[in-house]
């Protein structure tokens, strides 16, 4: 168990500082949350963490530090910590899009060894599907770091190069398939479900597709041939469905998600 300090603890950096908690290898009190408006981290004291707006000062004590502000607010942030900062000592992660190891190590120091990370909202129930890719980090900092997300969903270790197709695929994810469900849910009400049955109902047909995949590791036409029978409703609706562009929405959204990904720093 390291000590670990989250540095921008919004949606993602709180899902993270969740999941771990709730993995129950890391005790709230390991973790160091920062923000720069403390309310909105008054309920996390409560429960243990600390709580710091004060980054230069909560990264000091961290074996692990996990950068998870916006593109735009990384430059100010690594100027704060700098001088906090002790490469032979600490490893550095970082979840933020579109901002590379060396741009990290550009602004810190070129011997910090620097791991990023993609992990998506769902790593707070532990369900997360993390891709981690380095180009300086030993093997050894690399399995530190690949331990704490298996403990919060899967991982995957790739090339850094695709870290931003990554975040596409996966971390923005997770709002496609939720509105997928959504648009399912509201096709249900259409056919007779109150909304919140519907919904409940997508979601765990969404589920048991997913797991038909991961449990069996199936493909999806060999799992949707056994679903299609001949002259059915589904090949029907699922014609439909093609013929108004339904895998080529979700292609080409992807596409542009990761595009807009690898600008996001520059972009600054
Ligand atoms: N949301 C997601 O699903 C995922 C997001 N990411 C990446 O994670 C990063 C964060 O995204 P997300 O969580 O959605 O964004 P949020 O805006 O929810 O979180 C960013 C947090 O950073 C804090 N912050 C901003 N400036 C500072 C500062 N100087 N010091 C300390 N804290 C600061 C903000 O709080 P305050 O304003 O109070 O300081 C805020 O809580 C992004 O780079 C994104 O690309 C990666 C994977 C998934
Ligand atoms: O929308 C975003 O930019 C961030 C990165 C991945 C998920 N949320």
């Given at each position: 168990?390291?000590?670990?300090?989250?540095?921008?603890?919004?949606?993602?950096?709180?899902?993270?500082?969740?999941?771990?908690?709730?993995?129950?290898?890391?005790?709230?009190?390991?973790?160091?949350?920062?923000?720069?408006?403390?309310t909105g981290l008054a309920e996390y004291a409560t429960q243990g963490f600390?709580?710091s707006s004060d980054n230069a000062v909560a990264v000091k004590d961290a074996?692990?530090?996990?950068?998870?502000?916006?593109?735009?607010?990384?430059?100010?942030?690594?100027?704060?910590?700098?001088?906090?900062?002790?490469?032979?000592?600490?490893?550095?992660?970082?979840?933020?899009?579109?901002?590379?190891?060396?741009?990290?190590?550009?602004?810190?120091?070129?011997?910090?060894?620097?791991?990023?990370?993609?992990?998506?909202?769902?790593?707070?129930?532990?369900?997360?599907?993390?891709?981690?890719?380095?180009?300086?980090?030993?093997?050894?900092?690399?399995?530190?770091?690949?331990?704490?997300?298996?403990?919060?969903?899967?991982?995957?270790?790739?090339?850094?190069?695709?870290?931003?197709?990554?975040?596409?695929?996966?971390?923005?994810?997770?709002?496609?398939?939720?509105?997928?469900?959504?648009?399912?849910?509201?096709?249900?009400?259409?056919?007779?479900?109150?909304?919140?049955?519907a919904l409940m109902m997508a979601a765990q047909t969404a589920k048991g597709?997913?797991?038909?995949?991961?449990?069996?590791?199936?493909?999806?036409?060999?799992?949707?041939?056994?679903?299609?029978?001949?002259?059915?409703?589904?090949?029907?609706?699922?014609?439909?469905?093609?013929?108004?562009?339904?895998?080529?929405?979700?292609?080409?959204?992807?596409?542009?998600?990761?595009?807009?990904?690898?600008?996001?720093?520059?972009?600054?």
């Open positions: 168990m390291k000590k670990i300090t989250i540095i921008g603890s919004g949606n993602i950096g709180l899902s993270l500082a969740k999941g771990l908690v709730k993995s129950g290898l890391y005790p709230a009190q390991s973790i160091t949350l920062t923000r720069r408006s403390l600390q709580i074996e692990i530090i996990v950068l998870a502000v916006l593109p735009q607010q990384v430059n100010k942030v690594l100027d704060e910590i700098k001088a906090s900062i002790n490469p032979q000592e600490q490893l550095f992660t970082s979840v933020v899009s579109g901002v590379t190891c060396k741009n990290i190590r550009e602004k810190l120091f070129d011997d910090l060894q620097v791991v990023r990370v993609m992990p998506n909202t769902s790593i707070a129930i532990q369900q997360s599907m993390t891709c981690i890719a380095t180009d300086n980090a030993s093997v050894e900092s690399l399995k530190i770091v690949k331990d704490i997300f298996d403990t919060v969903g899967m991982t995957i270790q790739i090339q850094e190069d695709l870290m931003t197709s990554a975040t596409a695929l996966c971390a923005c994810g997770i709002a496609f398939f939720l509105r997928s469900i959504r648009a399912a849910s509201q096709g249900g009400v259409e056919v007779g479900f109150h909304a919140k049955d597709a997913a797991d038909l995949l991961l449990q069996l590791a199936s493909h999806p036409e060999h799992e949707i041939d056994k679903v299609t029978s001949p002259k059915g409703c589904t090949i029907a609706g699922l014609n439909e469905m093609e013929h108004n562009g339904f895998s080529s929405a979700m292609i080409k959204g992807i596409k542009t998600s990761a595009k807009i990904a690898g600008e996001l720093y520059t972009k600054e």
